[in-house]
């Protein structure tokens, strides 16, 4: 409530900066399909992105514990690459692989794969040194210590750098959207400011921000459902 009188006084005072909120509301309202069609190319992006960033950075995480002298070679070039910004990077993909998705695709999987891989890490260590030794006592697989007590302990870590990844990869898909396609959020986003169309420009911020929300619920709402404890 508060958000939305300061936003309207804010339109008030500058109407070509921020556009009154039912303009935007009457924008979506007008432009369904225009707006699902671009919110779908940039979540298409996003979640193969996801995908290829989460999955790649479990499975090093995997190694790296079971291997720790690897920790020390993997994590400097982790680090180098998380450091690096973003938008200098998509230029220089769409110029490598062409205008086509795989851009896009790159962009979320390395925004994705920092986080994931550290809570990994840090989460497959963080397990009980008694029912370690408990496992070892009872002459348990590298295999049972990994599915029955690494993962287990692991999953609260995991949870959390996936709600972190989800956004991420929202940002990541429209970030990269800015440069070398005419498709997605983040190309509405850049066209609409080029031609001053204020109205579908915040109105595409909405809808990004509203896609991040559902999709941070929807890890949530697993995460309730698979951590119990």
């Known amino acids: 409530m508060l958000l ?3 936003w309207q006084w804010v339109a008030d005072a500058l ?3 921020v556009p009154p909120l039912g303009d935007v509301a009457a924008d979506l309202v007008d432009q369904p399909d225009f707006y699902l069609e671009n919110l779908a190319e940039t979540l298409t992006s996003a979640a193969l992105g996801f995908v290829v ?4 950075a479990l499975m090093l995480a995997v190694v790296v514990v079971h291997v720790p002298w690897l920790a020390a070679a993997v994590m400097p070039v982790a680090v180098l690459v998380h450091s690096t910004p973003i938008l200098a990077i998509a230029p220089a993909l769409i110029v490598a692989f062409g205008f086509n998705r795989t851009p896009h695709v790159i962009v979320v999987a390395l925004i994705t794969f920092f986080p994931m891989l550290i809570n990994g890490i840090t989460g497959l260590r963080a397990i009980d040194p008694e029912a370690l030794d408990v496992f070892r006592a009872m002459a348990a697989s590298r295999w049972d210590v990994f599915v029955r007590l690494r993962v287990p302990s692991s999953l609260g870590y995991l949870f959390a750098a996936a709600k972190t990844c989800v956004t991420m990869a929202v940002i990541g898909a429209i970030v990269s959207e800015f440069t070398g396609t ?3 959020i983040g190309a509405v986003i850049v066209q609409s400011t080029v031609y001053l169309n204020i109205t579908q420009m915040w109105g595409a911020i909405a809808v990004a921000a509203a896609c991040s929300l559902a999709l941070l619920g929807v890890v949530t709402l697993v995460e309730r459902l698979v951590v119990r404890w």
């Open 15 to 17: 109407p070509s900066v």
């Open 53 to 56: 960033g989460v999955c790649g």
């Open 4 to 6: 939305g009188l300061a």
């Open 182 to 184: 005419s498709e997605g």
